[in-house]
């Protein structure tokens, strides 16, 4: 645990979240940001893709299916959880379910990067389980609380919104990209979107830590409810990814990845679904929650407990 507070990601985002505390000049011009969001999420998904274009379908099978499994799971026992225990109305449950449903590319990179540092070898293809977390938590949440909403959302500018979101958009097309590329043609390549990956990550999350320090407003808004929700519904929904990633066939490596998916919250593409589908929802909440709690709390904490959890199943 020491060992991960020491690591350059999180004394990264430990800078921006006191830089943005003591509101001192470190934020990125929006250019930079949006290139750096690019950059990630297409390497993200160029590796995947590289890695996709070496393994059979059957290999595959049985962790997407477990993926699709937790994407439909997670978001409905937040969803109930968020309408009893926070007592939320039923567009801002959803909302949460939506959030806590879908992943972060951030922590998945994050995750990554971790098990880089301790030489944990993963399946290649965890990208695609990534973008397989992504879609349908968000349509559940929808189903959600279109079930007794007077006015059904549009799922036609749902689903146009979730495709052609810009972090879906670009995870898929990195994939195909690589995919077709296959590793020969992708090894130039190399050099800027695999050994460049993480001193670029660190900016980004450096950006992060300044997002979640202008969050905290909404947090202490929201009450104990979303700092408690924050904290412990990611250690649950990580054990259990964790556990299905075993069960799935999955290897050590790839189970702490896929714990770490269902433990990990969006604050790129739910927010922009659910503007779209249930206007009257406050994603400004869910996004206080994803980015300011359970981002920096994986990061410190999270990512280390996922690992000891399925090195004691494995055992």
């Not at 940001?33 to 893709?49: E, H």
């Not at 830590?209 to 009450?223: D, F, N, S, T």
């Amino acid at each position: 645990m020491n060992e991960n507070l020491l690591d350059p990601l999180f004394l990264f985002f430990a800078v921006g979240f006191i830089g943005g505390l003591l509101k001192a000049d470190l934020k990125l011009p929006d250019a930079v940001y949006q290139l750096l969001s690019t950059y990630l999420l297409l390497a993200i998904g160029l590796k995947g893709g590289v890695q996709l274009a070496q393994v059979s379908i059957g290999t595959i099978a049985l962790p997407a299916a477990a993926t699709l499994g937790l994407g439909v799971v997670v978001p409905v026992i937040t969803f109930f959880v968020a309408l009893s225990l926070g007592r939320l109305n039923r567009a801002d449950a959803a909302s949460l379910a939506a959030h806590y449903g879908s992943a972060s590319a951030v922590t998945f990179a994050a995750a990554l990067e971790m098990l880089r540092r301790s030489q944990t070898p993963h399946e290649g293809f965890m990208p695609v389980l990534l973008v397989l977390l992504e879609v349908p938590a968000i349509l559940v949440a929808i189903f959600l609380y279109g079930l007794k909403a007077q006015k059904r959302p549009s799922y036609g500018a749902l689903l146009h919104e979730i495709v052609l979101n810009r972090s879906v958009f670009l995870l898929v097309a990195g994939m195909v990209v690589g995919f077709l590329s296959g590793p020969d043609r992708f090894a130039p390549y190399n050099l800027l979107f695999v050994d460049a990956f993480k001193p670029v990550l660190s900016f980004f999350i450096l950006e992060m830590g300044l997002v979640a320090a202008l969050r905290l407003p909404e947090i202490r808004k929201a009450g104990k409810f979303l700092l408690g929700f924050g904290i412990l519904a990611p250690v649950l929904f990580g054990l259990l990814g964790g556990w299905i990633g075993l069960v799935s066939g999955l290897s050590e490596g790839g189970a702490v990845i896929l714990a770490t998916l269902a433990a990990s919250a969006s604050y790129i593409a739910a927010p922009a679904a659910i503007r779209v589908a249930i206007p009257e929802a406050n994603t400004g909440m869910s996004v206080a929650a994803a980015l300011g709690v359970t981002f920096p709390f994986n990061l410190a904490i999270g990512i280390p407990i996922y690992t000891a959890w399925v090195s004691w199943l494995k055992a």
